[in-house]
């Protein structure tokens, strides 16, 4: 068995891997080593031990689960330095967050051969594209739904601090519905602009959601997009495969 865990700016998500298959999936808002164990514990009583184990984190977590990880089981913190399923065309790579890389090769692997736009709606926006070879140019970074409503209130003297809703229009009729039609409306317009000019450039692709904000985009773009939750936990668990097979470490 195999364990990924993706710090995320806001939860932590731990999966449980065999082969290709996601098993089991745990959410956290902190993870501890204590949790962890536990975690482990009960997959033990399963007869699901862990072997092997890969951690994405685009923030620092706690070292005492990067020592336990690294005492016990075959371990892989991911970063641009290690062996990758593709071939990183970043100017600087050491700036690259783990995260889109995990995306990247997720995609890559549920879509060879396929010029891939991944999207990760999240804490931030990111726009990612890799190319039916495999390489991996860049992409863009905004800021999530949610930064947009804080960056109102933050910045400015009198707008409030306004929650999304599910219905929006696209003139609102209070400062309320008005910041929510801003935002909302505008952040539907950019995402489905940027598709476009990607496939302006490029051509057709395919389109992947990811991100905790999927299912607002998932209902609500024209575009034929495949929407993909797990996505960076999938390609964790492609990479971890990707060095198990080149590693001659028997555990």
């Known amino acids: 068995m195999k364990l990924g865990i993706d710090v995320g700016n806001t939860l932590t998500k731990v999966a449980l891997f065999k082969g290709s298959e996601l098993i089991e999936l745990h959410t956290f808002e902190t993870l501890s080593l204590y949790k962890l164990k ?16 890969i ?4 923030k620092e977590y706690d070292k005492d689960i990067r020592n336990f990880l690294n005492e016990n089981y075959y371990f892989i913190e991911l970063s641009s330095k290690i062996d990758l399923p593709i071939i ?6 050491e700036t690259l967050g783990n995260d889109r890389i995990a995306g990247v090769c997720g995609a890559t692997a549920l879509f060879p051969g396929k010029d891939i736009l991944v999207i990760d709606a999240g804490t931030c926006i990111t726009y990612d594209f890799v190319d039916k070879g495999e390489n991996y140019f860049g992409g863009g970074i905004s800021p999530g739904i949610d930064a947009r409503f804080k960056a109102l209130n933050t910045f400015t003297e009198n707008l409030p601090l306004v929650n999304r809703a599910e219905d929006f229009n696209l003139i609102g009729n209070s400062t309320t519905e008005s910041i929510r039609s801003g935002v909302l409306n505008g952040i539907l317009a950019e995402v489905e602009g940027i598709i476009k000019r990607y496939e302006n450039n490029f051509g057709r692709m395919k389109i992947i959601f990811t991100g905790g904000d999927t299912i607002f985009f ?3 773009l024209k575009n034929d997009i495949f929407a993909l939750p797990n996505l960076v936990l999938n390609g964790l668990n492609e990479i971890l495969d990707f060095n198990i097979n080149k590693s001659t470490v028997i555990l």
Not at 38 to 53: A, D, P, Q, T
Not at 88 to 93: A, F, L, N
Request: charged share 30%.
């Open 88 to 93: 990183i065309g970043y100017k600087t790579p």
């Open 38 to 53: 536990l975690l482990l514990s009960g997959f033990e009583r399963k007869n699901m031990n862990v072997r092997y184990s």
């Open 55 to 58: 951690v994405s984190s685009v």
């Open 218 to 220: 998932d209902k609500r």
